[in-house]
């Protein structure tokens, strides 16, 4: 985990570097200080309101193993997201579903399958919003190549996900045939952990969750989408909306990168990358970043750090959960 934090701030520092180059730093002073406060405050709600969303859809997708009260939904999404900014190399992700299986005695596993549900119904929206925007913007092959790769990857673990559940007991069986050097218990383990993985897929067999997952996939990403578009107007942007979905995009593929915490320099980068296909300076587009990072994070830190009270957690406890043979 050192070598990896390291490696991350390294590399997030590199994007820093780059991002600043050739900047304009008293731009950047005086472009923070003509921006239109008023329409932050509605940025930082769209914000908030995604992720009031995200912990209903979570509660979607854990319903068919168990129902959840909205406050254990959304305390935990808060601190669990919090967690994936604050924890580098993307360790963070593993800290919902361990608050989750602590307050509702759901296996960890089933609840680390709902985020894999989870995910991959996010990176399906983002493609099918984009894909769409794609006929009317021309842009460069290697964004066009990226998203390919992005959607290439998520298709292929959709495919997994779906075999696996499909396939339940053809999976265990083939666990079962694992070298015999390999303990007993281990496999063991191994086979209990896989099991109770699958369970956390069990919306597949629930069309009109599915349906609600869809639709609340889309809705969450349209918001994020519009949340940058408002932005513009802070910055006296002249962009159409199809814009502000061609940069949500390239920030994904660019926070994708394992770097230092919260994100900083690849988000900044990647903004200003995104920005510059639009032909907007890379001063005004670095002031954007920073503005949009800022409350982006912001907004999460400050939920995680409300609700942190009530699902506390560290490293070691994750790891010790994950142990334990029951909540494998």
Known sequence: MTKKLFLGIAIGLLFVYLSFKGVDLDGIAGGLKKTEKCWMFLVA????????????????ILKPIKEIDPFSLFSVTS??????????????????????STRSGISMSSALGTIFVERIFDGLSVLFIFFIVVFFI?????LIK????????????????????????????????????LPDRWKQRL??????LIDGFKIISHPKPMVSLAILSLLIWIIDAAAMYTLFFAF?????PSAAVILMVVVILGIAIPTAPGFV?????????????????????LTY??????????????????????????????KGRFSRKQDS
């Open 45 to 60: 709600f769209l914000l908030f309101l995604i992720q009031v969303l995200r912990a209903y859809r979570w509660g979607v």
């Open 79 to 100: 601190v669990g997201f919090m967690a994936v900014v604050a924890i580098p190399a993307r360790i963070g992700e593993l800290a919902r579903p361990y608050l989750i």
């Open 138 to 142: 021309p842009l460069p092959p290697w």
């Open 146 to 181: 990226g998203a390919f790769i992005f959607l290439f990857v998520v298709l292929i673990s959709l495919a997994i996900m779906i075999f696996l559940f499909l396939r339940k007991k053809a999976t265990l069986t083939i666990l079962s045939y694992l070298p015999k050097r």
């Open 191 to 196: 086979e209990i952990l896989v099991e109770k």
């Open 236 to 240: 006296g942007f002249d962009l159409p």
């Open 265 to 285: 320099g690849n988000w900044h980068f990647f903004c200003v990358l995104g920005l510059g296909l639009f032909g907007i300076h890379k001063t005004d587009a």
């Open 289 to 318: 970043a920073i503005v949009l990072h800022f409350l982006s994070i912001g907004v999460i830190i400050v939920l995680g750090m409300a609700f942190l009270p009530f699902n506390r957690f560290s490293i070691s406890d994750i």
